[in-house]
């Protein structure tokens, strides 16, 4: 049986040898979610060009909001920096520049989160949390890679439950248990296959019950989400996609924008890591 050495690690032999040198798999893992959290981002930009219009046509002042995070071009510049700095990460392997990305990133979703433009869009909110994961990765690279991408997985499966969380606390009010909310915003109108299935099979007072079940039924599963961080990661990992893909299949596509950064800690989540030496690749 053949065997192969490397320096600071174990003889490994048959089928646990290493695969052929190429990108190290905790910088695969790391332009994953960057990927996703671009994805989020792009999937926006159908929606802000209209809001960007409307804003330099059409001044809005509040109070609240101080005169920066109220600036058009402050919303712009928020939104495509992580986008050019996520496309060069795809790149570069330097350590200091994938922090440096990464925290650069969770600062604009962050101003996104407070901007007058931006603030009640939960999208910038899931990015951001996100970013917080693509620090804590990027500054541990060079750890040992087998323990990095253990704790990645868990890290991952955290920041997913604790969105859940806040998902379904946000929904515990009398309004959503009562299923009105969604019937408003989904089950009037919308248009979309589900929602426009059950319009043409339905009479409106049943449509109306049908609403009631159907808001209830997500925040019970959000609330199970909610405790995903109690299960093995790749079993929670399966369930969480299960449940992300189902919210935009089931309620609506623009929700894509939400959910395909917590798509990338999802696949953090189920990755089955190679055998790898005992240090992950430094980078400087």
């Keep these: 049986m053949s065997s192969t050495t490397f320096a600071g690690s174990a003889t490994l032999t048959g089928p646990e040898r290493l695969p052929k040198p190429g990108v190290p798999q905790v910088i695969v893992l790391y332009r994953v979610v960057v990927g996703f959290i671009i994805a989020s981002l792009l999937w926006?930009?159908?929606?802000?060009?209209?809001?960007?219009?409307?804003?330099?046509?059409?001044?809005?002042?509040?109070?609240?909001?101080?005169?920066?995070?109220?600036?058009?071009?402050?919303?712009?510049?928020?939104?495509?920096?992580?986008v050019a700095l996520g496309m060069i990460a795809m790149f570069v392997r330097r350590k200091w520049f994938?922090?440096?990305?990464?925290?650069?990133?969770?600062?604009?979703?962050?101003?996104?989160?407070?901007?007058?433009?931006?603030?009640?869009?939960?999208?910038?909110?899931?990015?951001?949390?996100?970013?917080?994961?693509?620090?804590?990765?990027?500054?541990?690279?060079?750890?040992?890679?087998?323990?990095?991408?253990?704790?990645?997985?868990?890290?991952?499966?955290?920041?997913?439950?604790?969105?859940?969380?806040?998902?379904?606390?946000?929904?515990?009010?009398?309004?959503?248990?009562?299923?009105?909310?969604?019937?408003?915003?989904?089950?009037?109108?919308?248009?979309?296959?589900?929602?426009?299935?059950?319009?043409?099979?339905?009479?409106?007072?049943?449509l109306r019950d049908i609403s009631t079940y159907y808001s209830r039924m997500i925040i019970l599963a959000e609330s199970a989400c909610a405790l995903l961080w109690l299960l093995p990661s790749k079993i929670a990992g399966g369930v969480a996609m299960t449940v992300l893909l189902g919210i935009v299949v089931f309620s609506n596509e623009q929700l894509l924008s939400v959910m395909f950064c917590l798509v990338g800690l999802t696949i953090v989540a189920l990755h089955d890591p190679k055998p790898v030496s005992v240090a992950s690749p430094a980078t400087t």
């Excluded at 960007?52 to 495509?80: C, G, H, I, K, W």
């Design 44 to 82: 926006k930009c159908s929606f802000y060009p209209a809001v960007y219009t409307v804003y330099t046509q059409f001044r809005m002042e509040d109070d609240f909001f101080p005169r920066l995070m109220s600036s058009t071009l402050v919303l712009v510049a928020l939104l495509l920096t992580p």
């Design 98 to 206: 994938m922090i440096t990305q990464a925290t650069v990133t969770a600062i604009c979703m962050f101003g996104m989160c407070i901007h007058q433009g931006s603030y009640n869009d939960v999208t910038f909110l899931t990015c951001f949390w996100v970013s917080l994961w693509c620090i804590w990765y990027t500054i541990k690279i060079g750890s040992p890679e087998k323990e990095l991408i253990s704790q990645a997985k868990k890290f991952a499966i955290l920041i997913i439950s604790l969105i859940f969380f806040g998902g379904t606390i946000g929904k515990l009010t009398p309004g959503y248990w009562s299923g009105q909310v969604l019937y408003e915003i989904y089950f009037i109108d919308r248009d979309f296959w589900i929602f426009n299935l059950l319009r043409a099979n339905f009479e409106p007072e049943t």
